[in-house]
């Protein structure tokens, strides 16, 4: 009893922490979008810090037993990923502009492709906004991809394209953690 009361809060704070963070991912997206002039540096220490927060937060999630086991699935990885590349943001912002603009554009593809596959999952369940959810995962996983083709763009146009990604991956968790996250009833009840 006493596991499955932890096992409730575990899901519940994890649930929590996606949709605060996908706010505040989706916040930063808009502010990059309304100020691309920003100085690159502040972005990649802002950056690190939501990352090392929403990767914390990610482990939580996967270590916590949600019915359906879809939300969390790949989220060991993908928290440990973003705890390491939040660090190295954070202490050498110098030396990684350009290897933050490639990093963000490969976790907001690679976020993306999985999300894509957790939408097949999420119909296999019977979750009704499964296409919502592959919806928007087309379409981060496209700014992914267009942040890692930027090449030959100026600092402002590839600031606005990282303000649309980090929206995009805002809305792309906030719509898994509202749709695909549940207690199981006999749990909640405990």
Not at 42 to 71: E, H, N, P, T, V
């Amino acid at each position: 009893m006493k596991y499955e009361k932890t096992s409730v809060r575990q899901i519940l704070f994890a649930k929590a922490g996606y949709i605060l963070m996908s706010a505040l991912f989706s916040a930063a997206g808009v502010f990059m979008i309304l100020k691309p002039e920003i100085s690159t540096e502040i972005i990649c220490i802002a950056a690190g810090i939501l990352l090392i927060i929403f990767g914390i937060i990610k482990i939580i999630g996967y270590f916590s037993k949600d019915l359906y086991r879809l939300a969390f699935q790949y989220d060991l990885a993908f928290g440990i990923l973003r705890i390491i590349l939040g660090i190295i943001f954070c202490t050498h912002t110098a030396g990684v502009v350009n290897l933050f603009f490639t990093a963000m554009g490969i976790l907001v593809l690679a976020d993306g492709l999985f999300r894509i596959q957790l939408a097949v999952d999420a119909r296999e369940f019977g979750i009704s906004q499964w296409w919502l959810i592959l919806m928007i995962a087309v379409i981060t996983g496209l700014f992914g991809v267009l942040l890692l083709l930027r090449s030959a763009e100026g600092m402002q146009t590839v600031m606005l394209l990282l303000g649309c990604s980090m929206f995009s991956e805002g809305i792309l968790n906030l719509c898994v953690a509202l749709c695909t996250t549940r207690v199981a009833a006999s749990l909640s009840e405990k």
